[in-house]
């Protein structure tokens, strides 16, 4: 009970006094010593917390322009509809975003896989009960027999 009447009361009381004073230069002070700094080690260490903070920051969004990059490959293997957040993120990345390696290798075999069911031969495997090596066997055997016929036509 004195908890919520605390919460309720000294949250009001910091309103009505917090634009009196201004502490915060003081508060920085008291940081740094704090920490056994002086105030111009606490603004380099500040400083390099920012840069650190930028460094990761940068790492991140490279990172979302790569997956964004991803989805839109694939959006545009299975013609599905573009993506317009993905888009901005690649450009927020200064466009220089490339697949993984991994990535593109893995793509560049999907796209001989796919390349190889589309021929006839590929789609001819498909078929169960099917042996390549004697139909190709046949079909030779076929074209000579045709060669051999026109040879032997005096037509031709």
Do not use: W
């Not at 927020?92 to 793509?107: F, H, N, R, S, Y």
């Not at 055997?141 to 036509?153: H, I, P, R, V």
């Amino acid at each position: 009970m004195s908890f919520m009447v605390k919460h309720m009361v000294g949250g009001q009381l910091k309103n009505l006094t917090g634009g009196l004073t201004e502490e915060k230069p003081e508060a920085e002070k008291t940081d740094a010593a704090a920490q056994g700094m002086t105030q111009e080690e606490f603004e380099q260490y500040q400083q390099q917390l920012e840069e650190e903070k930028q460094e990761r920051e940068a790492n991140f969004a490279q990172k979302k322009a790569e997956r964004a990059t991803v989805r839109t490959h694939f959006r545009e293997k299975y013609r599905l509809p573009k993506n317009e957040l993905d888009e901005t993120q690649i450009q927020q990345a200064g466009d220089d975003v490339e697949l993984p390696t991994e990535l593109a290798k893995m793509i560049a075999e999907d796209n001989q896989e796919e390349t190889h069911k589309q021929s006839v031969l590929g789609q001819l495997s498909n078929i169960q009960n099917v042996d390549m090596d004697q139909l190709k066997d046949k079909a030779q055997a076929t074209l000579e027999d045709l060669k051999k016929q026109t040879e032997n036509c005096s037509l031709m």
